[in-house]
């Protein structure tokens, strides 16, 4: 299996919007509504942020978003915090009962 | 609030054999996976397998002929055995619970919470 797409990174200033995309196939990320986000600070364990596409676990602000069309997930964070810097990544279940990762994107607050 | 705590040997030599356990504190083992997850230095996830109270696993293909997780539902743990390491599975090795279980593929959607993470290195 391989790894969902992301891009290395992205930057914004605070108070500004950014959406990290995720790339995969119709046999993961197309084909089901199980993709999650995790945030990792550095030498963190990662933090779970959205899950089934779109839900926010109780805790996790509302300026973080994610949606889907086709094979390209995407998370949104909204007003841009200095707290918000930190590494993302997406995963998805996949037609063969596995889970896939993206390789990571990081994010810079300007 | 669940907590899952994780332990093992943090220096291997290449062709020994990676050990880990993690254990689960104030919640449910039954009705989640329990999956490992580890992550090299200064690179990205890589999911490696997980495991249900039962006993019913799922590995990643690019591992799982080195691969075994295996489940002590008395004690609330789950372990991970890596085979004839080498220094490519030198990383970060995190547990974690899998929520969402997909029916009837028996697996779990996503990760929530994480252990600590252990990092096992692999050097002559």
């Known amino acids: 299996q391989s790894a969902l797409t992301q891009p290395a990174s992205v930057s914004g200033s605070p108070g500004q919007s950014i959406t990290i995309s995720c790339t995969g196939t119709s046999s993961d990320v197309g084909g089901y509504n199980y993709v999650s986000w995790y945030q990792q600070h550095p030498g963190k364990a990662p933090k779970l942020m959205i899950y089934?596409?779109?839900k926010r676990p109780s805790g996790v602000s509302n300026r973080f978003s994610g949606s889907k069309s086709g094979n390209t997930a995407s998370l949104t964070i909204s007003g841009l915090q200095a707290e918000d810097e930190a590494d993302y990544y997406c995963?998805?279940?996949?037609?063969?009962?596995?889970?896939?990762f993206g390789g990571g994107t990081k994010l810079t607050v300007l | 609030q669940v907590q899952l705590q994780q332990w093992g040997a943090g220096l291997l030599k290449p062709s020994e054999t990676l050990s880990l356990t993690c254990a689960v504190y104030?919640?449910?083992?039954?009705?989640?996976?329990w999956s490992w997850i580890r992550q090299p230095p200064g690179k990205g996830l890589e999911w490696i397998g997980e495991i249900n109270h039962s006993g019913s696993t799922n590995y990643n293909p690019s591992l799982k002929s080195r691969v075994t997780i295996s489940v002590d539902t008395s004690k609330n743990q789950f372990s991970l055995k890596l085979s004839s390491v080498t220094a490519a599975d030198t990383a970060v090795y995190y547990c974690a619970r899998g929520r969402g279980v997909v029916v009837p593929a028996a697996s779990s959607r996503w990760f929530d919470p994480w252990g600590q993470g252990t990092l096992v290195t692999v050097s002559s």
């Open positions: 104030g919640g449910s083992f039954s009705g989640y996976y």
């Open positions: 995963s998805s279940y996949t037609s063969s009962s596995t889970k896939v």
């Open positions: 089934d596409v779109s």
